[in-house]
């Protein structure tokens, strides 16, 4: 079964500081993974996409993510994180199956302390 | 660039009613879909359209039904509401089967019934 992991609920971490926010996969065939991110009473945005290529994607913010196939691991990646990037963080994965519909994981809460 | 827009943004039911939230891309988007977002457990997909005049089920449709209206509009309606179905509601569109560029999120329907 295709699925989606985001082992972490929350992830605290100082302002300033590094902030890693990890996801794992199982599908079957090449991934096509994405990470989105939610801030209070909004809907969701794009943040970055894994579709072939180099294994570290840069997207918006100054987030990155690293795509390592051995691991079946997606995790993203700020080398200094803002207050202002507290959030919720989802992770997904483009099914398999059914390449019109993506799985999502069931999100980590990110909380940066000034 | 409006993107997706759902309406309406909060509303509250008694047990028993019925309504249809709407939802419209302005990005020429072939497939559509509707979420459910409830603390603790991610994103649930309850219905998608992968095209113009198809509609299929996701994890948790029971409770709804959908109308894809014209390539613009994905409507859903829950016909006799319950309290089980509070919750924040989430329209998406995407450019289909690639998918290369995820979904496009609406801000949600904040839904409570009493």
């Known amino acids: 079964a295709q699925s989606v992991a985001q082992p972490e609920d929350q992830v605290n971490v100082a302002e300033g500081n590094p902030l890693t926010v990890k996801c794992t996969y199982s599908?079957?065939?090449?991934?096509?993974l994405f990470w989105y991110v939610q801030y209070p009473n909004r809907g969701l945005q794009f943040l970055l996409k894994?579709?072939?290529?180099?294994?570290l994607v840069k997207g918006s913010y100054g987030f990155e993510a690293e795509f390592n196939k051995s691991q079946t691991s997606f995790h993203l990646k700020k080398p200094s994180a803002l207050v202002s990037d507290s959030a919720l963080y989802f992770c997904?994965?483009?099914?398999?199956?059914?390449?019109?519909?993506?799985?999502f994981g069931s999100g980590t809460r990110l909380l940066v302390r000034p | 660039n409006a993107g997706v827009t759902q309406t309406p943004k909060f509303q509250v039911l008694k047990t028993g009613q019925s309504m249809t939230l709407q939802c419209a891309q302005d990005m020429n988007h072939n497939s559509m879909y509707w979420y459910r977002q409830d603390p603790g457990m991610g994103l649930r997909l309850i219905y998608y359209s992968a095209s113009e005049g198809t509609t299929d089920k996701g994890e948790v449709p029971n409770g709804y039904n959908v109308s894809r209206l014209n390539k613009r509009e994905f409507s859903l309606r829950l016909e006799s509401a319950a309290p089980s179905q509070t919750s924040v509601y989430f329209c998406?569109?995407?450019?289909?089967?690639?998918?290369?560029?995820?979904?496009?999120f609406g801000s949600g329907t904040r839904l409570t019934v009493v």
């Open positions: 894994y579709i072939t290529g180099d294994n």
């Open positions: 998406a569109s995407s450019d289909g089967a690639t998918n290369n560029y995820g979904y496009t």
């Open positions: 997904a994965v483009r099914d398999a199956d059914s390449s019109y519909k993506l799985i």
């Open positions: 599908v079957s065939g090449n991934p096509y």
